[in-house]
């Protein structure tokens, strides 16, 4: 099937139109129209080349939102004309434990990212989200609710599982306190889901020029990061936080921060930080941990969780044209909510 994105081809991130061809259609595959695609920093950092070499010319995307147009013979949950979505993989082993459970995102035998990967059947490199169709093995494809706005839904597909997994494997309830580092992609989900489960959150931000975004998203406020004197009154009173910073950082102003056996989640930036001192460790328990987006049944929870607490990410639509200013704006993290593309405004 002919198809056009925006691509980038080199590590300059500077996204220009491209024409190039779909997959026929496999037995289980699902062929969708995609109609809107979220910016998630990931993109960015992978089209700039701050995660390595890529497999240039690349089209990003992994918050894709659209209509089916065509199924494979053996495809049974889907339609043509369903609602559905794809985020960061597009397949895995199937065969593994970690598959077995749903987790697929940690298949022992490495599962297939929505863009810049190997396909495992053709050996072709996967293209992503901005672009006008996808073709996806149906078990990779999600389900987007009715109760859900097409238009703001994309960001849950990355941003919304990237948060909500860790909150739930930490076991976020009513009355958690929740820190957010970073209002951005990740972190206004982070908010919004967190507020959702009960908790108490607070966002820990560069400067306090976001504290009307996430006030309004549901977070008491704001603390200020480099305010030395407001964190060392804040000493204690975390019992989860979740960083989304993009760049390196320094973990060891954010850590006393946790209360006794809390924990703080990187989903950030891949790559080294800045050292982490032991003693705010040590002296209580405290972790520091990872995550990776979540599995595909975890993806439908948060998209049916979404569907039945009434949470829209914050979605500000932009032509694909307009890719290179958001990159921009992204890079200063002047951000607190989601870029996401109308693909209607591509033509093939
Ligand atoms: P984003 O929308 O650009 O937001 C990042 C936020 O971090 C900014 O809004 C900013 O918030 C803060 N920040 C602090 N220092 C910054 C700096 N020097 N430059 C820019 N921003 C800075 O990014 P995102 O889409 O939420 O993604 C956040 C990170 O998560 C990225 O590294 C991305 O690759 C990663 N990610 C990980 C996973 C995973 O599975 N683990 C999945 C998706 C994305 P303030 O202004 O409030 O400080
Ligand atoms: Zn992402």
Redesign the pocket.
């Known amino acids: 099937m002919k198809t056009v994105g925006y691509a980038a081809h080199s590590n300059d991130a500077h996204m220009t139109p491209y024409h190039f061809e779909r997959r026929a259609l496999r037995p289980n595959d699902v062929a969708i129209e995609i109609l809107y695609s979220g910016?998630?920093?990931?993109d960015?950092?992978t089209v700039n080349g701050d995660w390595g070499p890529q497999p240039y010319p690349l089209v990003p995307g992994h918050e894709i939102v659209g209509q089916v147009i065509d199924v494979g013979p053996a495809v049974t949950n889907y339609k043509v004309g369903d609602r559905v979505g794809v985020g960061?993989m597009v397949d895995s082993c199937q065969a593994c434990d970690q598959c077995d459970h749903g987790e697929e995102?940690f298949c022992r035998n490495g599962m297939t990212p929505t863009y810049g990967f190997p396909d495992r059947i053709s050996g072709e490199i996967t293209q992503g989200g901005y672009s006008k169709h996808i073709v996806v093995r149906e078990e990779f494809v999600l389900s987007i609710p009715a109760a859900l706005d097409l238009a703001r839904a994309a960001p849950i597909l990355?941003?919304g599982i990237?948060t909500y997994s860790p909150l739930r494997n930490w076991g976020v309830k009513a009355g958690s306190r929740v820190g957010v580092?970073?209002?951005?992609?990740?972190?206004?989900m982070a908010v919004k889901l967190a507020v959702a489960m009960g908790a108490e959150v607070t966002?820990?931000?560069?400067?306090n020029?976001?504290e009307a975004e996430a006030k309004s998203i549901g977070a008491k406020g704001?603390l200020v990061?480099s305010d030395a004197e407001a964190m060392a009154a804040a000493g204690a009173s975390m019992d989860l936080i979740i960083d989304?910073?993009?760049?390196k950082?320094d973990l060891n102003i954010y850590t006393p921060l946790l209360d006794i056996d809390g924990s703080l989640v990187?989903?950030?930036?891949?790559g080294p930080l800045n050292e982490p001192l032991t003693v705010p460790l040590v002296m209580g328990r405290r972790r520091v941990a990872?995550?990776?987006?979540g599995g595909i049944r975890e993806t439908q929870e948060v998209l049916d969780f979404c569907a039945e607490h009434n949470i829209h990410p914050e979605c500000e639509m932009i032509r694909p044209d307009q890719i290179n200013e958001a990159y921009a704006v992204?890079?200063?993290?002047?951000?607190?909510h989601?870029y996401v593309m109308d693909m209607s405004a591509l033509e093939l």
């Open positions: 910016v998630c920093h990931s960015l950092h960061c995102q990355c941003a990237t580092i970073g209002l951005g992609g990740l972190g206004h966002v820990l931000s560069r400067s020029s976001k704001i990061s989304t910073v993009p760049v950082h990187i989903v950030g930036q891949i990872g995550s990776l987006i992204l890079k200063k993290g002047d951000i607190s989601r």
